[in-house]
């Protein structure tokens, strides 16, 4: 399908009836942000002229020098479908420019556009296919979220034990009126947790459709009186929400993962990948796991990964080989939680992956037992680490990885420690409800 031009907005705004444009974007944290304007305002937006204070967009841009500019990606352009199609809401996902109209370093969409652009010199193009996992709550009476489940249902079961299948019917219908290919969608493990699948795409177009794809759910999930959260791990005990990145790379219109002279289907290329992301797991993890909340989901016990090693045939290590191959030969990196921003993370992954390549790191020999099972000394025997467990271990890691810094650049790598640093030390000094109840009385 052709991507479309600023000519073909115009033609499609005008058609369509459209009244409203939300400009959006995302800071660096992967936070959604937009500006609405006027249909009246289009060309000025597709002429790249509307400016915005940057320095009120956390992560971004001083006071002193806060004028920024919106250039909107016309490939972008889509309709709200489950708004009024009176007076119709359209969006458009931006690029972000300084005033002197150089892009913006700090952007996350340029940062992935520049592994994209490393990747397409040496002749490659990333797919990526996501799964993304969320939970829907009910609402209390002032419409406040709450962590109360709406069903008692499992994974895979159906109505009327999963309370939430007419909720995510009409998600799935309003991703596919936004161009969504869906390929599945279904109750996950824990009670009041889903899944819903689309197809692969190049590494920015699903960059922009991860972002589409939580504020459709959430807008969905609010219509039906309820809170849809991609917060890692909201509740204890039960099973946290992942997002589980299918990734290949794509040679002279082949799938540069496959090889059917090998034995087991892989390619040279593919090791070295896997390689890559093994040799940069632990700093990688501080993008894919952003939060202090995404460590209570990598624990052991959960299906969640906490050992880098590589299987063609269990889910306990970090990656997997899916069994299907030939042209969907891909490699599924498990670890990455939907609090990740998914420009940075696909720009971090990829970086590692070339990484892996250009210097033809041959990954360990692959692990096919249950990595909980074994005893610490036959994972060191195997050549097996341990992810961060913590925000503030992950982001040591960061500190000390030239390749995973190179990928997010100067700006964004200054400006996301020092959030998450914060981050970190607030959590750090805070007294918890368990503290509480675990001392109070005993001391």
């Known amino acids: 399908m052709a991507k479309l031009t600023n000519d073909d907005v115009r033609s499609l705004a005008k058609d369509l009836g459209v009244k409203f444009i939300r400009l959006q974007f995302t800071d660096i944290f992967g936070i959604l942000k ?67 109209g150089t892009p913006f370093c700090g ?31 009910h609402v209390d009476r002032e419409g406040r979220p709450t962590t109360i489940t709406h069903d008692n249902a499992g994974y895979f079961d159906l109505a009327p034990v999963d309370l939430g299948e007419d909720a995510r019917r009409d998600m799935v219908l309003a991703l596919e ?81 496959f090889d059917p002279q090998a034995p087991d289907g892989l390619s040279r290329e593919c090791l070295y990948y896997v390689g890559g992301l093994m040799s940069h797991a632990k700093a990688i993890t501080a993008l894919v796991n952003p939060t202090v909340n995404s460590y209570k989901r990598l624990v052991s016990g959960y299906e969640a990964p906490v050992h880098i090693a590589w ?11 899916p069994a299907k191959k030939g042209p969907s030969t891909r490699i599924e990196l498990r670890s990455p939680d939907p609090s990740c921003n998914p420009y940075l993370a696909l720009a971090v992954c990829l970086k590692a992956g070339l990484d892996g390549i250009r210097n033809r790191i041959l990954p360990p020999k692959p692990c096919n037992r249950n990595i909980y099972e074994m005893t610490p000394l036959e994972r ?54 368990w503290e509480i109840e675990e001392y109070l009385t005993k001391f």
């Open 34 to 100: 937009n500006v609405s304007i006027t249909v009246e305002q289009l060309d000025k937006a597709l002429n790249g002229e509307l400016m915005f204070d940057g320095s009120s967009i956390e992560g971004f841009v001083r006071i002193e020098e806060s004028d920024m500019y919106l250039r909107p990606d016309p490939s972008t352009f889509n309709i709200f479908p489950w708004r009024p199609r009176e007076g119709a809401v359209a969006r458009l996902i931006c690029n972000i420019y300084n005033s002197d």
């Open 107 to 137: 952007d996350p969409r340029n940062v992935l556009l520049k592994a994209v652009e490393e990747a397409e010199q040496l002749g490659y193009t990333m797919n990526v296919g996501p799964e993304a996992e969320f939970f829907l709550f």
């Open 177 to 257: 009126q936004m161009g969504f290919e869906i390929e599945a969608s279904h109750h996950e493990l824990a009670p009041g947790q889903h899944e819903i699948d689309f197809k692969y795409s190049d590494a920015m177009d699903i960059a922009d459709k991860i972002v589409t794809f939580k504020l459709v759910v959430r807008s969905i999930a609010q219509r039906h009186g309820l809170h849809a959260t991609f917060m890692p791990k909201p509740i204890f005990g039960i099973a946290g929400s992942g997002m589980h990145l299918n990734q290949s790379l794509m040679k002279n219109g082949e799938n540069a993962f």
């Open 311 to 321: 299987s063609a045939q269990n889910r306990s290590p970090l990656i997997r080989i």
């Open 380 to 433: 060191e025997q195997m050549g097996i680490g341990v992810l961060p467990g913590s925000l503030s271990e992950a982001l040591a890691e960061l500190l000390q990885d030239k390749v995973i810094q190179e990928a997010l650049g100067e700006h964004v790598l200054q400006r996301f420690v020092e959030a998450k640093q914060i981050e970190w030390d607030r959590y750090r000094t805070m007294v918890h409800p």
